[in-house]
């Protein structure tokens, strides 16, 4: 074969001669036209970089085949090893925005602790039986033998006072802002 031997005309000849059957083999596996234009021409120029082996190819439409397939299972592999570094990317920043996420709502968290010690004995009561146990404002006037207006007063204040605490003493973040909507009514 000619083009073993470097012969630049002879591989002209053979790459119009296959260039579409190696692209529409190409298309098989790979959708994308720009992607089918850089395979077929890593075809060729696997071709023309091993053209010495061409002087005991017995086949070349068989070598041709085989290169192609090997260019083309290459290009999948690497097409895999890139989605899969990009997912692992991605765990691990989520894995990183979530432990962020905890350790900032523990902050809160701690906060508005602190700032429902500060509250008036019946006050936290009242807030407590809200938040911590669910109680409606009917449920905790009853239990408390306190008017429902008493308590929605003393609920009021008392979150009121907690998202004030939080605003003042907590770093100002989109997840406060969760946090605080936790004290909502």
Not at 20 to 38: G, H, T
Not at 101 to 115: G, N, P, S, V
Not at 139 to 166: D, H, W
């Amino acid at each position: 074969m000619q083009i073993a031997h470097g012969d630049r005309d002879a591989f002209r000849i053979l790459y119009g001669a296959y260039f579409s059957k190696v692209q529409q083999y190409v298309a098989l596996f790979e959708p994308s036209r720009i992607s089918q234009d850089e395979l077929t021409q890593d075809v060729f120029v696997r071709v023309w970089e091993k053209r010495a082996r061409l002087a005991g190819v017995e086949s070349f439409k068989g070598y041709l085949f085989l290169v192609t397939r090997n260019v083309v299972f290459n290009f999948i592999r690497a097409l895999k090893v890139r989605q899969r570094v990009q997912q692992l990317d991605d765990s691990v920043q989520v894995a990183s925005n979530e432990l962020e996420h905890e350790l900032l709502f523990k902050q809160y968290y701690r906060i508005a602790i602190e700032a429902m010690d500060k509250l008036p004995p019946g006050r936290r009561k009242i807030l407590k039986m809200s938040i911590d146990d669910g109680f409606s404002l009917d449920e905790i006037a009853g239990e408390l033998n306190i008017t429902r207006a008493g308590v929605k007063k003393q609920l009021y204040a008392a979150t009121a006072f907690v998202r004030q605490y939080l605003k003042d003493h907590g770093e100002i973040t989109l997840l406060l802002f969760v946090f605080l909507s936790l004290f909502e009514l």
